[in-house]
């Protein structure tokens, strides 16, 4: 299933991406789309019945699309995780995964506009896998223990600001944390319409050019791996969200001058199956 919220800022409702994609109404049938909803399979079953059933109202396809998840507890972000983007970034590929966290009220829907923060000359574009958690999870012993607490996928944007992350001191977290520096969406594909998340072409274009053109094959810590690591430190939570890396491609790994994100670039970017998000970037 494609499941998505729409609606505007703070009052999205809960909806559904039909086979022949037309939003479908999901109120009547689910309140939310959250880790509530992910870790019930009777509800899951519900709306997969109403979908087979055809009876689910038609939604206006021009409505806002805002982030496909509500509640989310956390998210965890994995760096330098594709053997191209370290290469790029001159970082010798990580023995284990690099770990740094987001807090989920940087998340902003697909298509909406993002912030370029006050005194940037680094806002960096990232087009990521993210990995939603549907099962509770602590001490996974094995990949399929791991895999088997992952409710879905979605497109994210780990909006990064350079100088903030590496030049100010301290940890990653002044270059992540910015506000609306992690549109998320458009929809939540369950794991059953994915077979295998290391087979995902990912790309993202900044005013019509391709910087990235990648794959999760890519990855120097596939997604389970990445979701059994986690697990040793942190207990992971229906609604947590996992964002995995990004390829190559980035304005950091490009020779001077960077190419880095002004006010009116538009940036698109897209995951075979699971979506494509706009943002036209304005300032802060």
Same mark, same amino acid.
């Given at each position: 299933?494609?499941?998505?919220?729409?609606?505007?800022?703070?009052?999205?409702?809960?909806?559904?991406?039909?086979?022949?994609?037309? =939003?479908?109404?999901?109120?009547?049938?689910?309140?939310?789309?959250?880790?509530?909803?992910?870790?019930?399979?009777?509800?899951?079953?519900?709306?997969?019945?109403?979908?087979?059933?055809?009876?689910?109202?038609?939604?206006?396809?021009?409505?806002?699309?805002?982030?496909?998840?509500?509640?989310?507890?956390?998210?965890?972000?994995?760096?330098?995780?594709?053997?191209?983007?370290?290469?790029?970034?001159?970082?010798?590929?990580?023995?284990?995964?690099?770990?740094?966290?987001?807090?989920?009220?940087?998340?902003?829907?697909?298509?909406?506009?993002?912030?370029?923060?006050?005194?940037?000359?680094?806002?960096?574009?990232?087009?990521?896998?993210?990995?939603?958690?549907?099962?509770?999870? =602590? %001490?996974?012993?094995?990949?399929?223990?791991?895999?088997?607490?992952?409710?879905? %996928?979605?497109?994210?944007?780990?909006?990064?600001?350079?100088?903030?992350?590496?030049?100010?001191?301290?940890?990653?977290?002044?270059?992540?944390?910015?506000?609306?520096?992690?549109?998320?969406?458009?929809?939540?594909?369950?794991?059953?319409?994915?077979?295998?998340?290391?087979?995902?072409?990912?790309?993202?274009?900044?005013?019509?050019?391709?910087?990235?053109?990648?794959?999760?094959?890519?990855?120097?810590?596939?997604?389970?791996?990445?979701?059994? %690591?986690?697990?040793?430190?942190?207990?992971?939570?229906?609604?947590?969200?996992?964002?995995?890396?990004?390829?190559?491609?980035?304005?950091?790994? =490009?020779?001077?001058?960077?190419?880095?994100?002004?006010?009116?670039?538009?940036?698109?970017?897209?995951?075979?199956?699971?979506?494509?998000?706009?943002?036209?970037?304005?300032?802060?």
């Amino acid at each position: 299933m494609k499941l998505l919220r729409v609606g505007p800022a703070g009052a999205e409702r809960p909806a559904l991406l039909d086979h022949e994609g037309v =939003r479908r109404d999901l109120g009547g049938i689910v309140p939310e789309i959250d880790g509530a909803l992910l870790a019930d399979p009777a509800a899951l079953a519900r709306i997969a019945a109403a979908q087979a059933g055809g009876a689910l109202p038609a939604l206006d396809p021009a409505e806002r699309v805002g982030p496909p998840l509500a509640g989310i507890g956390k998210i965890v972000c994995i760096g330098l995780n594709y053997h191209d983007h370290a290469a790029e970034t001159g970082a010798r590929p990580p023995a284990e995964p690099v770990v740094f966290m987001k807090a989920p009220d940087t998340v902003v829907g697909p298509d909406d506009t993002v912030l370029v923060p006050r005194g940037s000359e680094k806002t960096d574009w990232e087009v990521e896998l993210a990995v939603v958690i549907g099962r509770e999870l =602590r %001490y996974a012993a094995s990949h399929e223990e791991a895999m088997a607490a992952v409710a879905g %996928y979605t497109v994210a944007h780990d909006v990064s600001e350079r100088a903030f992350q590496t030049e100010r001191g301290g940890q990653w977290d002044k270059g992540k944390n910015c506000e609306t520096f992690n549109p998320l969406g458009p929809w939540l594909v369950t794991a059953d319409e994915v077979p295998d998340p290391q087979a995902l072409p990912l790309r993202l274009w900044v005013n019509g050019e391709l910087k990235q053109d990648g794959s999760t094959a890519d990855q120097i810590f596939p997604v389970a791996e990445v979701v059994r %690591y986690l697990s040793q430190f942190m207990t992971l939570y229906p609604g947590d969200v996992i964002n995995t890396g990004t390829p190559a491609g980035v304005a950091l790994g =490009r020779p001077d001058p960077k190419p880095y994100l002004r006010p009116g670039d538009v940036v698109e970017l897209s995951i075979d199956g699971l979506g494509r998000q706009r943002q036209e970037f304005g300032a802060a």
